[in-house]
């Protein structure tokens, strides 16, 4: 009985310990420059599940521009964590998120990468848009869904973006539902070559 209250005892430490450490803590997301040492262009991007991440690498590469990763810090994994998340979005609640802030300026556009959750992008997203100065920056948002977005989700977005003194550069809408990674990064290109912002890069 002893042991096994002394083996308790020792898990328990353990993981106390490993919480009042920095032993889990996320790595803080640096910016991965573009072969152009002085690209005016910055891709932001949030991802859940990884398609996020396939369409902001595909946007960087095509337009070999720097990228930006926000985590939030949040556990947002499996069923739990998305359902989490919805509820969050649905009342606004706020999130912590890493970097806290990104700075912006270098650059003259930005391209904002979110998956979307109830037809608003993701808290991570939002925390970052609310501690950004996009005065003087055309801003892009691109939505990564499962299927459709509302107009009036892209309007609410392009009044946020000008009221933090950015103009609202366009959005774009990619669809992943039942589509493999490749598929999600053909489509993205696709797309997003068919933008004024990629014909007058």
Known sequence: MKMLA?????IFILTMGCQQSDCKAPIEPVVVKGTQNNSKALTVFYT??????????????EFDCDLQEIKDLKDRSGIKGFIVGMIDVKTKKKTKIMPKAVDLKDYDLII??????GMRLTPAITEFMNASD???KKVFVVAVAAAEMKAKTFKRIGDEIRSKGGTDAGNLLIKTMFKKPEEIKTETIKLIKGTAIYQSK
């Open 112 to 117: 904002i990468c979110s998956p979307t959750w």
């Open 6 to 10: 002394a083996c308790l005892l020792s």
């Open 134 to 136: 996009f005065k003087d």
């Open 48 to 61: 859940r599940t990884g398609n996020t991440r396939l369409v902001a690498e595909s946007i960087r590469n």
